[in-house]
């Protein structure tokens, strides 16, 4: 079955430093493919999407191009800041679905 | 717009007690999902709706789990008995019908402890 596989966490960095959580996955078909970000005590977000290969998200400084090549989506932000200290979670959509098929997460740390 | 909402926010109730969590999702969409989220197992989806009708609840643990969505703006998830290892976050999602996007607005969650 389709699933997503994201690097192991937790990634601790420090403020400025240039940020890589790279994410795989296995799927059938063409899916669309997401990162989500989940700041303490609070819900998932969308952070952004690409819905088909070489599409490109970005929003809030971080992008993710979808690899159809490497079945890769990984996430990437040039200078990273405290604010940005969450866990990360990759996701794509089952074909067929509405469902979304969830990595395990990486939390991520940025010290000042 | 209000968001998804969640109530409780937390709740703390005794082994062998009946918990209601419930949901309100973004008016105007035709899915709901309800995760679980623990730091052993992450993110799991117990079940999802399309315009209130379950389309798949392999992920609900057991007998013990059951969810209903009377009507589109409403979802109760119930575990009757609770057990220490039903403790967890939950989460209640909604999304509008997409032919590409799939993306999905998620509560803030409702943190259950048994004990």
């Known amino acids: 079955g389709d699933s997503v596989t994201q690097m192991e966490g937790p990634v601790t960095l420090s403020e400025e430093a240039f940020l890589t959580i790279n994410c795989t996955y296995t799927?059938?078909?063409?899916?669309?493919l997401f990162w989500y970000v989940q700041y303490p005590g609070e819900g998932l977000q969308l952070l952004l999407k690409?819905?088909?290969?070489?599409d490109k998200g970005s929003n809030k400084g971080f992008e993710a191009t979808y690899r159809k090549e490497t079945t890769s989506f990984h996430l990437e932000k040039g200078s990273v800041q405290v604010s940005d200290s969450a866990v990360y979670f990759c996701?794509?959509?089952?074909?067929?679905?509405?469902?979304?098929?969830f990595g395990q997460g990486t939390r991520l740390t940025i010290n000042p | 717009d209000a968001g998804v909402i969640q109530s409780p926010r937390h709740e703390v109730t005794e082994m062998g007690q009946e918990v209601t969590l419930r949901c309100k999702p973004i008016?105007?969409?035709?899915?709901l999902f309800w995760y679980r989220q623990t730091m052993m197992r992450g993110l799991e989806l117990l079940i999802y709706?399309?315009?209130?009708?379950?389309?798949?609840d392999s992920g609900m643990p057991e007998d013990r789990f059951s969810a209903k969505m009377p009507n589109a703006s409403f979802s109760t998830l119930k575990i009757q008995p609770s057990e220490p290892r039903d403790s967890a976050v939950y989460f209640c999602?909604?999304?509008?019908?997409?032919?590409?996007?799939?993306?999905?607005?998620f509560g803030p969650g409702t943190r259950l402890t048994v004990t």
């Open positions: 999602a909604s999304s509008p019908y997409s032919a590409h996007s799939y993306e999905q607005y």
């Open positions: 799927a059938t078909g063409y899916p669309s």
């Open positions: 690409a819905t088909k290969a070489d």
């Open positions: 996701a794509l959509n089952h074909q067929g679905a509405q469902k979304l098929v």
């Open positions: 008016s105007g969409h035709d899915y």
């Open positions: 709706f399309n315009n209130n009708v379950p389309i798949d």
